[in-house]
């Protein structure tokens, strides 16, 4: 087909998406969203659930684009993953057969931000969308795709709240989301210095409190009045508490290490594990997840919770 037309402009949006321009991508989505929503229509009808399986399409879209092998056929793929989103849906009121092709697609969790997160580019930009969300919702989307404390029970755990309030949330999310992801696709972004820098601060408070000297890294990085939130639901205020807390378990033989760190705006989750010493292994669970809330720079909340218990590991008597 002749340069400028339809299928011509679809195919080089999709290869420039395809080697990460996010812009191109945008563009991609933006362009089919009318249609996309008319296959939606003719098969849920009007109404939420609709609107729904849009969204869920864009997000499979996004996350499958490098898996279209016909650049010129970007229409009917994203059409495709539409009608699977639909029967998706459906499921819950009759089974509808799907077909090999489409099959594949249904695999996809289609609310996987984590799965964006490839290229150096389009990174920047799922985690610039990530941002814009509530600071509600974003806790629980980095939990849920970004770290090891993924279960609704366990989540709901450590953010304090029931776990129909997590669902609610992941739903809520969802929807914004996909609406930020398209409202910023033409935007710059580049954080990933601050993504490295989180990991950095991370270790570095670790490391100060191996090294004997956590009372300072804390003084330096969160604020004097922090309010920490216990495994067990105590609440503390101030360093007193965690430091000796934290000499306890350092005199006992236990070591932390970092395994894991996701960074939001205003929100950072520290997973670590913990090494217990041989001569005591169930010193301590197995690993500790840290939720910190900053303000103006520095950390003023915390919350702290174990995704395994000490008791999964002690062995039966």
Sequence with gaps: MAAGTGLTADAELVMAAQSGNVTALGQL???????????????????????????????????????????????????????????????SRVAVPMSHDESVLASVDPMDPAALVERHEMRDWVWHAVDELSPDLRLVVILRYFTDVSAYGQIAQLCGVPIGTVRSRLNQARVKLHDALMRTADLSHDDAATRLAARGDAENVIDAAQRGSFLAELSARWSPAVHITWPTGKDTHGFDYIVRAMDRDMTAGVRHRIANVVAGRDVVIWESDLINPPHDPFHCPPGVAWALFTDEGRVSRVRLFHPRPRAELRPAV
């Design 29 to 91: 989505l933006a362009r089919h969203e009318t249609s996309m929503r008319a296959v939606a229509l003719s098969i849920l009808g009007s109404g939420p659930e609709s609107q729904d399986a849009v969204q869920d399409a864009t997000l499979v879209a996004l996350q499958r684009i490098g898996d279209l092998r016909r650049p010129e056929a970007a229409a009917p793929w994203l059409h495709a993953i539409v009608r699977n989103a639909c029967r998706m849906h459906l499921r």
